[in-house]
């Protein structure tokens, strides 16, 4: 018998990212652009190659995190066990700084206007969100971005040192390509291991990695064990912070705000149903090629009357059961095989997963005048350019160059079969049969991947309405909570004291906003109300004029 | 054994006490958000990484330290078969290395406070007081030790100050025995009493979350969504149905 659990997963189609960043920039308006995460970016985009964020986070020989087999074959966390942590509480030797990351700033808008006349136009100088102090600006979140700095910084990517042996990094026929990267919500999260407290954990009906705010004690352990280093610590609040998943969002069936807001529409969400038994035995596998194979066994087929039973016996509802069968994350992994992890081999078996580009291939192909969409010169391309290739496999499959050659393979006979088709010519069977799939079989993944339809990208099943109750409130956070503002200021410093429940603090935020014309003419606040904000209920205060004409006091 | 005597060895104990206990669970029950390190090692690591491990060492063996003289009887370590002497050794000599490691390591910490401009921007007031309320104690301590058993010819604290701390705690409190202490003393054990008394209001409850539990619990924690309740807990009568 299995112990089945359902994870909500991620897939990124790298093909059609066009690195605009909107992503990063919603999901910090939506979530990290307070006092204390000014440097934290729960998504972020990466141009590889390129140091990442925060830089050579990839080089665990330095940082040391996920796990790693002991001598015994077992897993450890690759920072130490437990009671090394332990010690090592008092100055976590293996956290990045604030310059790691990059040190945030702002600008000195005021002298814009308060510059007294003069013969120079004033400027606002960048001032260091840190220290409060005049700063140079030397890096950030994407300094590297479509490989600025190239030849100065692109070799300290770690990825690429693996690689340097064999391939010279030829500048005049680079490749590059985007990765958008959030919390891999892992199967296996050293996060949650790493924590002391037990503040972290994995949420069992959706798989979604949290932080509790009230549990965490800022031991920073969470920082070092995450080998993406995407739990990031509030310097203010002194707790740990990180990507949810959006889980306000999903629990009522809406996809998060990177996907949400994507251009390129290059992400999906969806279902899978794991076996958790199977878990520890499969990122303990000996050789670190075989861990991406042994990650897809862990996951179960929905349509396997065997799975349903036993997920029904664990109490999975059944509408969760049908988005697992509809999940397009599975699709992409099992039935069109072009979904790979991001590294595997940090053995913690990640849950968003990535389709590789075959742009850059297309590229050079095209650069060099020979038609890229052409099947067999695609083919012959994907087999000859071993620069990409063993790149995303350092990437994808622990350096594993096969999986990701029969993912290009797959695209690139999409990309032909479905080119026969539009300049109206026979399809092309011969095409699907090369890559081992059928013509049906490749318009379906068209239909996913070109099309990629609202509907079939985002199959998220609601949280349960008994449950419904329970969520509201769930969020921790004040949105007053900022440099100054009113939630500020408890009795030991920032954000402490009872977190204001939103509907209460809505409450008065409203209130507040009906009644005040504070920003346009304090004179008469008494008489104005915002409509904005008046959702046709009632009489807010100042909307209509008093009855006996005289002003209330 | 005068009025001011009972204040000080009676009242001022058992106020600090009550503050410390009562304290603590009203700061964990109205404000487990701000029960945190307030580790500021983004910042700045190279002096913390000397400092803090100093420091918190250093007062680790203190504890120890304190625990073996104030709590354990003199008559229980003779029954053992530790002599006066070899004790007093022991204690002077591991009690002297790691107060020095202590002070140190504070000193270390609080240069690394005022010097770096993040770290200092982010000292609150009660911060401040709260470190030099600690210093204070460290160092009247380690002076007592130094005054009394290394210049001095001796003090055995393990027959006045001892029965008088346990006396507390059985409630038959003894101020006569505090009394006639070396001032040095006394100030050490009155400036205790003050930091325990603010102890819960400030960045020092992280000590009483000392994650033990991280050595047995399972690596990997679980939780279901219906264990978070929302932000309060429903009122009595108004649970959920099951």
Known sequence: MTKVMAQLAMVMNLDKCIGCHTCSVTCKQAWTNRAGTEYVWFNNVETRPGQGYPRTYQDQEKWRGGWELNHRGRLQLKAGGRLRKLFSIFANPLMPSIQDYYEPWTYDYDRLFSAPMQDDTPVARPKSLITGENTKISWSANWDDNLAGGPELAPADPVLRKLSDQVKLEFEQAFMFYLPRICEHCLNPSCVASCPSGAMYKRSEDGIVLVDQDRCRGWRMCVTGCPYKKVYFNHKTGKAEKCTFCYPRVEVGIPTVCSETCVGRLRYIGLILYDADRVAEAASVPDEKDLYEAQRSVLLDPNDPEVIAAARAEGIPEDWLEAARRSPIYKLIFDFGVALPLHPEYRTMPMVWYIPPLSPVVDVLSGTGHDGEDADNLFGAIDALRIPIGYLAELFTAGDPEPVRNVLRRLAAMRSYMRQINLGRERDESIATAVGMTGERVEEMYRLLAIAAYSERYVIPKAHAEQGARLEESMSGCSLDFEGGPGMGGPFGEASGMPVPVAVENFHALKDRQTTGALVDPEDRQNRVNLLNWDGKGTPDGLFPDKNGRKEP | ?242
Not at chain 2, 33 to 51: A, D, N, P
Not at chain 2, 86 to 109: E, K, N, R, S
Not at chain 2, 167 to 178: H, T
Not at chain 2, 217 to 230: L, M
């Open chain 2, 1 to 242: 054994m005068n009025a001011l005597d009972v204040v000080l060895w009676v009242v001022a104990p058992y106020l600090a006490i009550t503050v410390f206990v009562l304290g603590h669970v009203w700061r964990y029950r109205y404000d487990k958000f701000g029960w945190t390190t307030r580790s500021s090692q983004m910042y700045e690591s190279r002096l913390l990484r000397i400092g803090s491990p100093l420091f918190h060492f250093g007062i680790l063996v203190v504890l120890l330290g304190h625990i073996g003289g104030l709590v354990i009887p003199k008559s229980w370590t003779e029954a053992a078969g530790v002599s006066e002497e070899a004790y007093h050794i022991t204690a002077v000599v591991l009690g002297t290395v790691a107060g020095v490691a202590t002070l140190g390591g504070l000193a270390i910490l609080i240069y690394r406070r005022r010097t770096v401009g993040p770290v200092f921007t982010a000292t609150t007031r009660n911060d401040k007081l709260m470190y030099a309320v600690l210093a204070l104690v460290i160092v009247l301590g380690l002076a007592a030790t130094v005054a009394a058993n290394i210049i001095g010819g001796g003090y055995d604290y393990r027959t006045t100050i001892s029965p008088w701390f346990r006396s507390i705690f059985y409630f038959q409190p003894d101020p006569a025995l505090m009394a006639g202490a070396p001032p040095l003393f006394q100030l050490h054990a009155l400036s205790a009493l003050l930091l325990f008394a603010i102890w819960p209001f400030t960045r020092l409850v992280h000590m009483l979350t000392a994650p033990v539990g991280y050595l047995t619990r399972p690596y990997v924690v679980y939780r279901s969504r219906d264990d978070q309740r929302g932000s309060r807990k429903p009122r009595r009568g108004w649970e959920p149905t099951r």
